[in-house]
Structure formats: structure tokens, C-alpha cells
């Protein structure tokens, strides 16, 4: 047997009994839904017998679940620290371009407005000659 493929048995395997475990089910009674013995439901659980796509079909009836929720691969979650990502020595300079940053970003959001806001902000000149009247 293909070394992926047996991973992939022992994966659904261990994912069986999870579920298993996790709605309290004993061996027991899932071999009396499989209508199988309990031995052997022990074997198809640790791998010692071969399990079906028939077999492993009426495993996920039993337990209430998907197919797919046995079967396909997790996917996994990676946190990451900031402490990680960034180094924690920087140089003075960029300490300080950092914490300018923050200082604006807080004054923006608690008062809404910018600096950069005012300091672009234009005026249109309108000549006298250029107003028209609606009455």
C-alpha cells in the first residue's frame, strides 16, 4: 500500500473514533449499527481490517456526520506573534516614525479628522463677473 494512501486510512481512521469518542458511542454500539462484532469493529477502528467505502459509508450514517467531515484533510490554523514576524531590535529612526504613526492614526480616529485633510483643503476663487442669477 502507497504510503500517502495509508496516511490518509489512518487519518480517517483516528477521525472516526474523535467522533466516535465525542458522542459518548462505544465500540460496542457502533458494531451493532455496522451490524458487525465488536472485535471486529476494534480492527476496522485501529486498522488491522481493511475499511470499505461501503463500510466506511455506513460509519458516517451511524455517527451522524458527512463523509466528507471524516475524509477530508483539516485545515490548519498558524498564529503567528508579531514578536515572530518583526524583530524586536529597530533602529531610533524607525521607533520613532512608527510611534508618529500611531500618535496620527489615534487623532484621526478619535476626532475624524486629519492634518492632511486641512493642508489640502482648497479654496475656489470666484470672480463677481462669473455669479449667475436664478430667480
Do not use: F
Not at 486498522?47 to 484533510?73: F, M, W
Not at 490554523?77 to 516614525?97: F, G, N, Q
Not at 486629519?114 to 463677473?129: F, G, H, I, L, N
Amino acid at each position: 500500500m502507497k504510503k500517502e494512501v495509508k496516511v490518509t486510512l489512518d487519518l480517517i481512521r483516528s477521525r472516526i473514533r474523535e467522533e466516535r469518542e465525542s458522542r459518548g458511542l462505544s465500540q460496542g454500539y457502533m458494531a451493532e449499527k455496522l451490524e458487525v462484532s465488536r472485535p471486529y469493529y476494534c480492527q476496522l477502528e485501529s486498522g488491522a481490517r481493511q475499511l470499505s467505502t461501503r463500510r466506511l459509508i455506513t460509519i458516517a450514517s451511524a455517527l451522524n456526520v458527512r463523509l466528507d467531515k471524516l475524509c477530508k484533510p483539516r485545515r490548519q490554523t498558524v498564529v503567528v506573534e508579531p514578536e515572530e514576524v518583526m524583530p524586536r531590535k529597530l533602529s531610533p529612526e524607525i521607533e520613532e516614525a512608527i510611534l508618529q504613526a500611531k500618535k496620527k492614526r489615534e487623532a484621526i480616529a478619535s476626532t475624524g479628522y486629519s492634518e492632511s485633510k486641512a493642508k489640502t483643503a482648497r479654496v475656489a476663487v470666484v470672480m463677481q463677473s462669473q455669479w449667475t442669477y436664478h430667480p
